[in-house]
């Protein structure tokens, strides 16, 4: 992928992908996981970053490389933070997990 | 029949063995030994239909006095299918207590529908959900709509949507109103049925609000005078300021009403669904206001300008007061 | 039996009677239903004899309305036992559902319509220390703070204190035994353990696991079908809670009745017993599943449990105890008889679960305590 160099990268997936729903108005997202009843308000940042690990496993480094062409305007370091966090609020309620 | 068809002696006389009214959809007996309990709902339900027993109930209460060596008389208890709800209370409380009992069966029962803290006006089939914000004034503006705005009730308390359909069920109990909105309603709207005021409740002193018979007449025709949710507005009340309708983002308003509803977790992707196809239909408004002539005069304006665009062209359902394009079905949709 | 008070009892031996109550008859099996939490599994049956439409519209409604209630508690558990089985992946440990969990994630009928308001497992007592540090490693807490009740937790139940997630708030229960370590009947929690067997799951939110974790994680399993029944039996008659016997009594008769195809349950659920030492206890529960419900139990097993009969006159107590314990009674009719039967069998629970000079200790602090901690009103 996009950077071999790091170790042991981790690859995130969402937990039931079958069971994860979402609308947008006005590009902000409103998601709700079935199997464990959380629903999360996601801004457009959060809720591109969940529709690619829903369409497959995928490394954080890759995420925060897509969402920089989705926001070039926005300074690399915000947004790697703020896919991390994303990733790490998202995996606390099961939402996503690591990919064995 | 309705309760004002019988006499308040047999009113009173019938209400110490149980009648059977309807409120919306729902079948509930009401045993009430308390005098002046009585004689006040004889007065705020007079316009409920009695439904000749037997009938399958939804919900069975009662409020009797307790006697108990001399503390007894001032006391009362509340009981929900013959078992008792809540501690016992003084007998002064026992008018707002059992309206509150009669909301709590509401809230935690009829899980057919998606029950929505929120109050609901409609004008025709068309239904206004007004979220309760505590202090927002929500009963306030709502009586205004019904008893100075022709608006019909739907509920004061609650949104039943049901999920097939995304329609809304009307379920009106008497308004309740509380301290200083009391002496405004009164003034504003004399014709407006009061029943006693009710002093060192939770809330302050309350009264209740009879529904008025043009909220019931809707209630009561074939399809239980149901409406389609077409604005969520989530109403503020600012003394002295100027009257203002402000577009409300609506993924908030999603994550704000499901927050506050009685069983949008319990119904679960049922849940989901429902309340989005909900915010999908609606236009959201934040709407500040001092006075209830000028927010009676934006939900008309609102109504005017849906039915005239529903009449001109039902696809092009576009604009708002406030010129935003917030229109119902411009909204991208789609899974993440 | 055509006392009304016996209605729900009726309904559970016969469903199809649904369908020939008057109204008032409806609003009585409803309130009855209501108290045993026992609304949804009625609508349940309905829909097994076919007649969800030839009941009347709003009981249909009402059995509806509650089914969406058990869905959620069904949901819950799932993704409960899903998180379990990730926080325990790490500890070599079989992990044992019980009751309602188990009943809901091996997909047996009895789970249809059943409120399940805490999750309960049994792990072997060596590896209780590691279960628990594992899981307050994963959010959760134990949620009896008070010193006494650790105290008495630990040292004489079979459990650990509930634990609670403190993001999900759900209720966990670890159990090592199926009984108190100190109570008359001392089941070898070995014997329930080497028995388990390992889940087809068919729960939805199981499903979720995906088969590479599942493989790493302790295997969920849940208790043999005989010694499902005599823990049911067991949990009817000696948790002290008797108020809702009769949706116990209506899980053992539907167990009883999905279980009975297999020659075999019968064949070992006496023995089973009697290696357990649990005789009695299934003795009540079967006598009373045959009594109120008219479930079906091979006489041969009835004959065989026969030892197991108290002597005469406490058996006629015991029945007079189960039928008026068993039926819920409004309180606006205050019926003393009933709520003086409830109280007999707490204190005779009790006394099954711990020697008698401890249950004078602990009815006393209890009631220390409670004294102590009355609002001053």
Avoid at chain 3, 214 to 221: G, N, T, V, Y
Wanted: hydrophobic residues 45%.
């Amino acid at each position: 992928m996009s950077s071999p160099a790091t170790t042991a990268p981790v690859r995130w997936r969402v937990a039931c992908p079958g069971d994860l729903r979402g609308r947008s108005w006005d590009g902000v997202s409103v998601v709700h996981h079935v199997p464990s009843g959380d629903t999360q308000l996601l801004n457009a940042l959060a809720a591109a970053t969940l529709q690619r690990i829903a369409a497959g496993a995928i490394g954080v480094e890759a995420l925060v490389e897509a969402a920089c062409k989705d926001q070039p305007a926005q300074p690399r370091a915000d947004i790697d933070r703020q896919v991390r966090t994303l990733l790490a609020e998202l995996a606390d309620v099961g939402i996503i997990e690591p990919d064995a | 029949m309705i309760v004002g068809d019988l006499s308040i002696d047999d009113w009173q006389h019938r209400m110490t063995r149980g009648v059977v009214v309807r409120i919306g959809p729902f079948t509930v007996r009401m045993t009430v030994r308390l005098r002046e309990v009585a004689d006040a709902m004889y007065l705020l339900y007079r316009d409920y239909p009695i439904q000749p027993e037997p009938i399958v109930l939804d919900f069975d209460v009662a409020a009797l006095p307790i006697s108990w060596w001399g503390r007894g008389p001032r006391m009362a208890a509340l009981y929900f299918d013959g078992v008792r709800k809540f501690d016992p209370i003084e007998r002064e409380q026992a008018l707002p207590m059992f309206q509150w009992l009669l909301n709590w069966c509401i809230f935690t029962h009829p899980h057919q529908y998606l029950i929505l803290h929120s109050a609901v006006v409609a004008r025709d089939d068309m239904a206004a959900v007004l979220p309760g914000m505590p202090g927002a004034g929500k009963s306030t503006l709502c009586t205004a709509l019904v008893h100075g705005g022709g608006w019909r009730l739907l509920s004061d308390e609650v949104a039943l949507v049901t999920p097939s359909t995304g329609l809304i069920t009307p379920a009106p109990l008497p308004i309740g109103l509380k301290e200083e909105s009391i002496p405004v309603i009164a003034a504003t709207y004399p014709h407006a049925r009061m029943g006693p005021s009710v002093r060192g409740t939770r809330k302050g002193t309350v009264v209740h609000i009879a529904t008025p018979a043009s909220s019931m007449a809707a209630a009561s025709e074939a399809g239980g005078g149901q409406a389609q949710p077409r604005w969520i507005i989530f109403p503020e009340y600012h003394a002295g300021a100027r009257v203002q309708l402000e577009p409300a983002p609506r993924a908030n308003a999603f994550m704000t009403i499901a927050a506050d509803a009685f069983n949008y977790s319990l119904l679960g992707a049922t849940g989901y669904e429902t309340l989005a196809n909900v915010v999908d239909a609606c236009h959201c408004f934040n709407l500040q206001y001092s006075q209830l002539d000028d927010a009676i005069a934006v939900f008309d304006q609102l109504a005017s300008q849906a039915s005239s665009a529903a009449s001109s062209s039902a696809g092009s359902l576009t604009g708002s007061p406030t010129g935003s394009g917030d229109a119902p079905h411009s909204t991208s949709r789609g899974r993440p | 039996m055509n006392n009304p008070r016996h209605l729900l009892l009726q309904v559970l031996r016969d469903p199809r009677r649904m369908s020939q109550l008057d109204a008032p008859a409806c609003n009585e099996l409803l309130r009855q239903a209501r108290m045993s939490k026992l609304v949804a599994r009625l609508g349940y049956l309905a829909q097994d004899v076919g007649i969800l439409d030839a009941i009347p519209p709003k009981m249909a409604e009402q059995m509806l309305a509650a089914r969406a209630v058990s869905d959620q508690h069904a949901r819950i558990v799932g993704w409960e036992v899903n998180r379990i089985g990730k926080a325990l992946a790490g500890v070599d440990t079989p992990v044992v559902l019980l009751k309602g969990a188990a009943y809901l994630l091996a997909g047996m009928d009895v789970a249809r319509g059943r409120l399940v308001t805490d999750v309960d497992i049994l792990v072997p007592a060596d590896r209780l220390g590691q279960v628990e540090s594992a899981l307050v490693a994963h959010g959760w807490e134990s949620m009896k703070v008070d010193p006494y009740d650790q105290r008495y937790y630990r040292a004489w139940m079979h459990e650990l204190p509930p634990m609670q997630h403190t993001q999900r708030h759900s209720v966990l229960d670890v159990h090592h035994t199926i009984l108190p370590v100190t109570g008359r009947l001392s089941p070898d929690p070995q014997l329930l353990l080497a028995a388990a067997r390992t889940i087809n799951p068919t729960h939805d939110a199981y499903l979720a696991l995906d088969t590479q974790l599942k493989q790493s994680q302790p295997a969920i399993q849940v208790l043999a079908p005989a010694d499902m029944v005599i823990h049911a039996a067991v949990h009817m008659f000696q948790d002290g809670e008797l108020a809702g016997a009769v949706r116990d009594l209506a899980d053992i008769a539907a167990m009883v009745h999905q279980f009975d195809g297999d020659a075999s349950f019968w064949e070992r659920l006496v023995p089973r017993a009697e290696a357990l030492g649990l005789q009695r206890p299934l003795y009540y529960a079967l006598a009373s599943a045959v009594e109120l419900l008219g479930t079906e139990v091979p006489e041969s097993v009835m004959r065989t449990l026969g030892p197991a009969r108290p002597i005469w006159p406490l058996r006629r107590l015991m029945a007079l105890l189960v039928a008026r314990a068993l039926v819920p009674q409004p309180t606006l009719r205050n019926d003393l008889a009933a709520s003086t039967a409830r109280l007999a069998l707490y204190i005779r629970s009790h006394w099954l679960r711990m020697p008698p000079g401890m249950l004078a200790r602990h009815l006393y602090e209890k009631a220390i305590r409670r004294w102590r901690s009355e609002p001053e009103t």
